[in-house]
């Protein structure tokens, strides 16, 4: 979409890409199957008119596309400079004319605060010249520790800008998760938060940046941001209100670099079943182009036509979840960005499961998305939405992180059905989609034009090649398969940092269908000189039980990464704080979320002899799990077990144990003869039969 061109009303933006491709290209598609079906065989064309149709920007042209077709190491857009900041602040002078603000934030306390879009043009040109000149320079890596507020998003443009690779940790994470992370990318700047509320308690985190700055060497400068206390508390540290403050002719000068497309533009982290979280490295036109696809199934677009709000956009998140990067992606087409900072479900000691909505009424949210978890939370709590505030201008709810059920999908489009105050308002869209913090994108959403049914994703995004794969590697419809990807897309990772030989890169999405080894659709071999497959890590279905319709399914994990409501975390981080206590030997867990069902995190625990599982002992393993990684991580009930089943090269069957309780029989989840000790099984074998089906 053009910068500065009012969206029509009520015109999907992917109808207005269809009318394009038809005025430009000379392009139309019987049915949103033809269009998909085209993005992902002629990759060529298709990614050069997600390019064009979005009017990206660069000073040198680019010789193709898709340079170079292989999975992993596509050359995207060979010879292109690019900026994600650059293409943000486009929209400063149009998106402000029409009076529409970049950001409006709030906090548990109360306190809104709105950034125009030139404010939020100076902070960013302030911080990015203070960076410089302590000797930030492109290729950097500049850490943060800070919630969702208007400093983090001036923060992270502020280092695009300068080509500084940023990374953040939500302050809500333990030290040693914290750590885990920072330590592997080695960051010459940290920007620390001094404290934060959340569920209704103040959190001072003055002597958790004390130990980051002592256990990472590599920083040399500091920012602090105030937000709990009124003076500077993190010493040695330069202080944010007086960097932002800078406003003078350089600071107005000031424009963002042109970097190459592959340039590096975040870190971002999710964690395998075993060993430190994966620091995956995505680049500036990656993302870029991966958000004009996101962008035009999510809806999401910006609106300069006067006199009204324009398009009010709100996806609750922590900033350590890769959808706080999907929020920032709506400043990319001048969309007010609203966001909350504190817990949505109000104070611990009297929740609330109305806060969030009441938000979203006081600052005429037009797109709220949340996770899964959040929307059922609000429904098992009887939730009211008619006690909530004026929720009209709301027109879709976007969900994610696991798996949405029909009925809570239900209860959610009744109840605005209820609150409508005009028939168009009845037609509540849900934007459900499955996408990931590996490639920061989506490959399962939706679409306005496509018809809806509670608890299923309406379609496969466009450029993504995903299919559902049997164990033989062939590509099946209406049957549960391995989630796929057979081709590249642009925001898949450049790379794991500090990750010698892509070893780790290739072990987490190409282990299982490795280059040339892969398997055609449908089934045979691929030649020795193709690319590898994707391997996901989720159960699909595609089509409905009888292989009708684009209708998808995502059924949980298939591998033991812990995926806690939309949070992933290794178990070997659990493992980490649980085996610190002296009376623990031995533990496992496995999330058992799914289709329907709430997450169901269960530990199992070895104690030392003459020591019993009591209620103190359980407050003491979730206390360190709490302190060390986060609250979302504290397992819903803990159990005393005689031995945890290991593998003969002594690691731990998470992913068997997990299968087991899903209902599959042991037999078929498990070869014995390459267990340690076979034994152990009967312990699971008996609990899984004891289990709620």
């Known amino acids: 979409m053009t910068p500065a061109t009012a969206r029509p009303p009520f015109t999907p933006l992917i109808r207005l890409y269809q009318d394009w491709l038809r005025e430009k290209r000379g392009l139309s598609f019987a049915d949103y199957h033809a269009l998909w079906q085209w993005s992902v065989t002629d990759l060529e064309a298709f990614w050069q008119s997600i390019w064009d149709y979005a009017e990206l920007q660069s000073p040198t042209p680019h010789r193709a596309a898709l340079g170079r077709n292989v999975m992993p190491g596509a050359e995207w857009f060979p010879g ?15 998106a402000h004319a029409a009076g529409q603000p970049a950001l409006i934030a709030e906090d548990e306390r109360g306190r809104v605060r709105e950034l125009s879009w030139p404010e939020l043009r100076r902070q960013v040109a302030a911080l990015a010249l203070h960076l410089q000149q302590v000797g930030v320079r492109p290729g950097d890596r500049v850490a ?64 958790v940046v004390a130990q980051l700055r002592g256990e990472l060497p590599s920083v040399q400068h500091v920012v602090s941001v105030r937000y709990l206390h009124d003076t500077q508390t993190i010493a040695d540290s330069a202080d944010w209100a007086n960097v932002a403050s800078r406003n003078d002719a ?54 300069y036509a006067p006199n009204n709000l324009g398009e009010r956009f709100c996806w609750y998140s922590s900033t350590g979840w890769i959808m706080w990067n999907l929020q920032m992606g709506g400043l990319l087409t001048g969309t007010t960005c609203v966001i909350f900072d504190g817990s949505p479900a109000g104070p611990r000691d009297a929740p609330d499961w109305t806060t969030l909505w009441r938000f979203a009424a006081r600052h005429g949210v037009s797109f709220l998305g949340s996770g899964a978890a959040f929307y059922a939370g609000c429904a098992k709590a009887g939730v009211d939405l008619s006690r909530c505030g004026d929720l009209s201008r709301i027109r879709a709810l976007g969900t994610t992180g696991s798996p949405l059920s029909p009925e809570v999908q239900q209860w959610g489009t009744d109840q605005f059905m209820r609150i409508a105050a005009t028939p168009a308002q009845k037609d509540l869209w849900w934007f459900n989609v499955s996408g990931g913090t590996d490639f920061a994108g989506g490959f399962i959403a939706g679409t306005p034009e496509l018809p809806q049914r509670p608890g299923v994703m309406q379609c496969r995004m466009l450029g993504a090649a995903v299919q559902a794969w049997d164990e033989e590697g ?69 089509g409905d039980e009888h292989g009708a319709g684009e209708w998808c399914v995502i059924y949980g994990r298939s591998d033991a990464t812990i995926n806690r409501h939309g949070l992933r975390m290794g178990t070997s981080e659990i493992y980490s704080a649980v085996e610190s206590l002296p009376e623990v030997l031995d533990s496992m867990v496995v999330d ?21 599982l009591d209620d103190a002992l359980k407050a003491r393993i979730s206390d360190a799990i709490r302190k ?47 267990m340690a000790n076979p034994g152990s099984l009967a312990w699971y074998v008996d609990f899984a039969a004891h289990q709620p089906k």
Not at 80 to 94: D, I, K, M, S, T
């Open 80 to 94: 292109a400079q690019v900026n994600y900041a650059r293409q943000v602040l486009r929209h400063v002078e149009p």
């Open 144 to 207: 943060a520790y800070l919630p969702n507020i208007p400093e983090t998003a001036v923060a992270f443009l502020a280092c695009a800008s300068v080509g500084a690779v940023w990374s953040v940790c939500a302050p809500d994470m333990g030290t040693n998760a914290v750590l885990d992370r920072f330590k592997q990318i080695a960051p010459k700047v940290l920007i620390a938060i001094d404290g934060i509320t959340w569920a209704g308690r103040a959190i001072d985190r003055g002597e």
């Open 250 to 303: 350089d600071t107005a000068a000031f424009e963002p670099q042109w970097l190459a497309f592959d340039h590096p533009l975040w870190i971002v982290y999710s964690s395998g079943t075993t060993g430190l979280p994966k620091p995956i490295v995505h680049s500036h036109g990656g993302i870029l182009v991966e958000s004009v696809t996101t962008g035009l199934h999510s809806d999401v677009g910006c609106s």
């Open 474 to 542: 062939r590509s099946v419809i209406g049957k549960v398969g391995e989630l796929v990807c057979t081709q590249p897309i642009p925001s898949m990772p450049l790379r794991f940092w500090n990750d010698p030989g892509d070893v780790r890169y290739l072990a987490s999405y190409f282990e299982m269908y490795p280059p040339g080894h892969g398997r055609r659709p449908g089934g045979g071999d691929l030649p020795a000189e193709a690319g590898g497959v994707w391997r996901h890590g989720d159960w699909l279905r595609i």
């Open 592 to 612: 058992l979320e799914y289709l329907g069902r709430e997450s169901y995190m269960p530990l199992f625990i070895v104690l030392r002899p003459g020591h019993a």
């Open 628 to 674: 060390a990684l986060s609250p979302r991580f504290v397992p819903n009930e803990i159990f005393q077990v005689p031995e945890i089943p290991r593998t003969l090269s002594g690691k731990k069957q998470e992913l068997p144990i997990k299968k087991l309780l899903l209902g599959q029989a042991i037999e078929k989840v498990v070869n014995r003869e390459a």
